[in-house]
T-cell receptor
Framework: AQKVTQAQTEISVVEKEDVTLDCVYETRDTTYYLFWYKQPPSGELVFLIR??????QNEISGRYSWNFQKSTSSFNFTITASQVVDSAVYFCALSEPRYNTDKLIFGTGTRLQVFP | NAGVTQTPKFQVLKTGQSMTLQCAQDMNHEYMSWYRQDPGMGLRLIHY???????DQGEVPNGYNVSRSTTEDFPLRLLSAAPSQTSVYFCASSGPNGYGYTFGSGTRLTVV
């Protein structure tokens, strides 16, 4: 069964701290896609990254980095030198294109609060 | 601007009323979906479509209807609103393999 687990419900840090958001997924497929979305207090869903199952390279984009490890079925997200603007709910999601549906299975989200 | 447009942004309904949430995209995406977001539960799939004329149920379809007569539009109908349908609704569209997966800005629905 497909499942995405974000065990951290809420994380609080002080500005400039590094923070890692955990994501563990379950799937039987060998081909799948993983996503991270940010939902700021304004409510919209902001796309951060899409990673396919065949690409295990870590990715860095500015202060954001992602660690994909198939051996542990994890796709963790690290924010370096956090800022108040990073305060949001972050969702990890999984899709399995095998059924040609592109449905996203979401985790329950991690609320990150960054204090000045 | 290209993207997914949802209307309305806010809506209050009385129990038993019906209404349609509108969703339109101009990216020529084949895949469109409706999700609802409830506190502590992430986003859950209501209905989805893989192309015009083709729809299917997601995880929480009860109380909702959809149709897809064109590639651009994917309306969500609440047949008889219930307080349990109070939620934030998101429409999304994507190309193949989740490419360009884009969400609308959401509709906050309250059923009293």
């Amino acid at each position: 069964a497909q499942k995405v687990t974000q065990a951290q419900t809420e994380i609080s840090v002080v500005e400039k701290e590094d923070v890692t958001l955990d994501c563990v997924y379950e799937t039987r497929d060998t081909t799948y896609y993983l996503f991270w979305y940010k939902q700021p207090p304004s409510g919209e869903l902001v796309f951060l990254i899409r990673r396919n199952s065949f690409d295990e390279q870590n990715e860095i984009s500015g202060r954001y980095s992602w660690n994909f490890q198939k051996s542990t079925s994890s796709f963790n997200f690290t924010i370096t030198a956090s800022q108040v603007v990073d305060s949001a709910v972050y969702f990890c999601a999984l899709s399995e294109p095998r059924y040609n549906t592109d449905k996203l299975i979401f985790g329950t989200g991690t609320r990150l609060q960054v204090f000045p | 601007n290209a993207g997914v447009t949802q209307t309305p942004k806010f809506q209050v309904l009385k129990t038993g009323q019906s209404m349609t949430l509108q969703c339109a995209q101009d990216m020529n995406h084949e895949y469109m979906s409706w999700y609802r977001q409830d506190p502590g539960m992430g986003l859950r799939l209501i209905h989805y479509s893989v192309g015009a004329g083709i729809t299917d149920q997601g995880e929480v379809p009860n109380g909702y209807n959809v149709s897809r007569s064109t590639t651009e539009d994917f309306p969500l109908r609440l047949l008889s609103a219930a307080p349990s349908q109070t939620s934030v609704y998101f429409c999304a569209s994507s190309g193949p393999n989740g490419y360009g997966y884009t969400f609308g800005s959401g509709t906050r629905l309250t059923v009293v």
